[in-house]
């Protein structure tokens, strides 16, 4: 089992910057991809960036390109979400995802069902 715990949300201007943190015990998961997703109110939970198990391949959502930087520390067992430009769109909860998958390519992993294991989410809201 893998247990995940997201550190870092809070409220922050619209243009501020924040930097996310996805902690991950139980089982090393160097071997795993991870991934975040947010959900606000009202609204299906969405893809925002994957990492491979290596940290040379990534994938984000449209909305976030140019503006959010996924990475990783394997040492530390922690994937990081760093988020510039901040927008009130952006207002979510974030979750991490963790899956094994020792592969490059990004499989089902643009997708909730993608992934086996879950964090319980941290709060991140932009204000205008």
């Known amino acids: 089992q893998v247990q995940l715990v997201e550190a870092g949300g809070g409220l922050v201007q619209a243009g501020g910057s924040l930097r996310l943190s996805c902690a991950a015990s139980?089982?090393?998961?160097?071997?795993?991809?991870m991934g975040w997703f947010r959900q606000a109110p009202g609204k299906e939970r969405e893809f925002v960036a994957r990492i491979n198990w290596s940290g040379a391949n990534t994938d984000y959502a449209d909305s976030v390109k140019g503006r959010f930087t996924i990475s990783r520390d394997n040492a530390k067992n922690t994937v990081y979400l760093q988020m510039n430009s901040l927008k009130p769109e952006d207002t979510a909860v974030y979750y991490c995802?963790?899956?094994?998958?020792?592969?490059?390519?990004?499989?089902?992993?643009?997708?909730?069902?993608?992934?086996?294991?879950w964090g319980q989410g941290t709060q991140v809201t932009v204000s205008s």
């Open positions: 995802a963790a899956t094994y998958w020792p592969y490059s390519g990004s499989g089902n992993l643009l997708w909730p069902a993608g992934y086996d294991y």
């Open positions: 139980g089982r090393t998961v160097s071997s795993y991809a």
